[in-house]
């Protein structure tokens, strides 16, 4: 049976005595969700009913198909409803969160400009004269006033050395060691600085030869850095971080060989390496082995190598000391020592090599190329030894096995193979160290040190005998007689006495017998004495030749100085 029909009336609303007059909050949210899921809706029913039904669910359960979808439909429609309404509210909240925080504004900041090249300390730890240090720290002023008043300034060089594998974990004092190389007082009164000048502060420092170069190993660190504070005059740190990178570069000489010596055969390995290698590339390795043919007779046993192969290890130290609350971990006055090592680079190789028998003895001769960084898994870190207790070495590990034969010797086609083989293990230090590149020693080069440039041009010296390298100086007036001297005479006349040159030797004699000017005949035979030692010694030369009294009576003629090439007069 069907109900009364219910008559809408389009015009004017009746109300009823209970119903309020006006429209309540929850029939608008209503009539909203009735819009939203009408538009919802038409859209999906038109394209179930367009849908093919090609698939064989479709064509076994076509009711139970329509019952899931229009059960899907009814649950969707709340979930998109619900949300809808969430990413509406976190919208807003992710709008309020990306609003623009305002932050402290800093009164100023540093800047460094380093004047000096790359820190690199060429040679070994006994040889390195060290690496020079020289730049400017540079303060920017940014407060909106534009001047700042500081009243402390200091700026200090820290060496860090980090243990990864601490007494305990977790603690920053059994961990890092902080020493402090060298500190920069650069105000000893507050200053106020301006943003138009230019404010800059030069330093410099000579690191020495012996400092271990910045590391990064599997099991500690070394790290180099400058650290600046600066304090205001309304109580604001200014703080500034520069680290440092150090190298270590040692120079190349000649190769070295090695000799190898296996008992209790007659094998003898040669090998020779290049005295340094370098964390990138490749370096070559030639090896030869002699003694590898023993004769016995009519037969011969010799070796034969089957297989080679080679690696770079690298071994790393570090000793870790406790701090004072964790001491009791560790004996009293003892440490932990940790110990690890990885395999850098290998290879191996079953040809490629010469094998001469025929020789007395034999030898066999291999060359090949090793690396530290066929290993894409490790980083090669160059050789350390530092006093903190981190040490870095490498070594390289060559393996060969040889295998015995018999063969007759008339007939050296008869191999038979004994079944004796042999592992001939050899290791041999590795020098690993950073590229040196066309770089130079900084005393090479004596670049200018801030230090050693004084305020003013250097004295005579200094009465005060603290007043370093020029203290302790005397000096005093001359209050003794007038000195004697003599004016020198103009030379170019012939009546003048020619002065000698500025060697003031005497003149060298004339032979007896020479010819005149006019080259008629020999002149009248003259002797020239010199002076003597004692002579020369109690009173001053006069510069003239002493002529003999059996030539007394020619001595107006001129004279020829064949050592000085200038013409003089002898007078008596």
């Not at 700026?155 to 920053?172: F, H, N, Q």
């Not at 040692?250 to 296996?262: L, V």
């Not at 670049?447 to 100086?473: C, F, H, R, T």
């Not at 010694?537 to 020619?554: G, Q």
């Amino acid at each position: 049976m069907r109900g009364p029909r219910r008559t809408v009336h389009q015009g004017t609303a009746t109300t009823s005595p209970r119903q309020p007059t006006t429209t309540t909050v929850n029939d608008v949210v209503l009539a909203l969700q009735r819009k939203l899921t009408a538009n919802h809706l038409e859209p999906s029913l038109h394209i179930n009913q367009r849908r093919p039904s090609f698939s064989m669910d479709s064509l076994l359960h076509k009711k139970d198909k329509k019952r899931d979808d229009s059960k899907d439909r009814n649950s969707r429609e709340p979930k998109r409803l619900s949300l809808n309404m969430r990413h509406s509210s976190k919208s807003k909240d992710r709008v309020a969160q990306l609003s623009p925080r305002i932050t402290a504004h800093q009164p100023g900041r540093f800047d460094m400009i380093i004047e000096s090249p790359p820190l690199v300390l060429y040679g070994n730890v006994s040889t390195s004269t060290g690496a020079l240090l020289s730049g400017r720290l540079k303060f920017l002023v940014e407060d909106p006033a534009g001047e700042v008043r500081l009243n402390s300034f200091t700026m200090v060089l820290k060496a860090r050395i980090s243990s990864k594998k601490p007494v305990g974990k977790e603690c920053k004092e059994c961990s890092d060691k902080v020493d402090e190389l060298k500190t920069w007082t650069f105000l000893s009164e507050p200053k106020t600085f301006y943003a138009g000048q230019d404010n800059q502060f030069p330093y410099s420092f000579l690191f020495p030869g012996h400092l271990p170069a910045t590391t990064n190993a599997p099991l500690g660190s070394i790290q180099y850095s400058l650290h600046a504070t600066a304090l205001t005059s309304t109580g604001e740190k200014i703080l500034y971080n520069h680290p440092l990178t150090i190298q270590r570069a040692i120079q190349p000489g000649p190769d070295k060989s090695s000799i190898r010596i296996f008992p209790p055969t007659n094998l003898t390995g040669r090998v020779q390496l290049p005295p340094i290698v370098h964390p990138i590339g490749t370096f070559p390795v030639s090896m030869s082995l002699s003694g590898v043919v023993e004769k016995k007779g009519d037969s011969q046993t010799r070796w034969r190598l089957r297989k080679l192969s080679w690696r770079v290890e690298e071994h790393s130290k570090v000793i870790s000391t406790p701090c004072a609350k964790h001491a009791h971990k560790v004996s009293e006055g003892k440490s932990i020592l940790h110990t690890e090592t990885r395999i850098l680079g290998t290879d191996e190789m079953k040809t490629g090599w010469k094998s001469d028998f025929d020789t007395i003895g034999g030898e066999i001769n291999v060359e090949f190329e090793a690396s530290l960084a066929s290993n894409s898994k490790f980083k090669a870190v160059c050789d350390v030894e530092s006093p903190a207790g981190i040490e870095v070495k490498h070594n390289l590990v060559i393996e060969l096995i040889v295998a015995e034969e018999f063969c007759p010797s008339k007939n050296s086609q008869l191999i038979t193979p004994t079944g004796a083989a042999r592992v001939l293990r050899m290791q041999f230090a590795l020098v690993v160290t950073e590229r040196a590149g066309m770089g130079i020693s900084w005393d090479e080069e004596m670049p200018p040190v801030y230090e050693d440039v004084p305020e003013s041009p250097p004295g005579y010296g200094s009465a005060d005998k603290n007043d370093g390298a020029w203290g302790g100086a005397i000096i005093e007036d001359y209050n003794g007689p007038a000195l004697e001297y003599e004016d020198l005479e103009t030379m170019g006349t012939d009546t003048s006495i020619s002065r000698p040159s500025s060697s003031g030797l005497p003149m060298r004699p004339r032979l007896a017998g020479s010819r005149t000017d006019s080259g008629e005949g020999p002149s009248t035979p003259r002797q020239y004495v010199g002076f003597t030692n004692d002579e020369l010694s109690t009173e001053p030369p006069r510069y003239a030749l002493r002529v003999t009294d059996e030539s007394s009576d020619a001595h107006s003629g001129p004279v020829e100085d064949t050592a000085q090439g200038v013409a003089s007069t002898v007078q008596p």
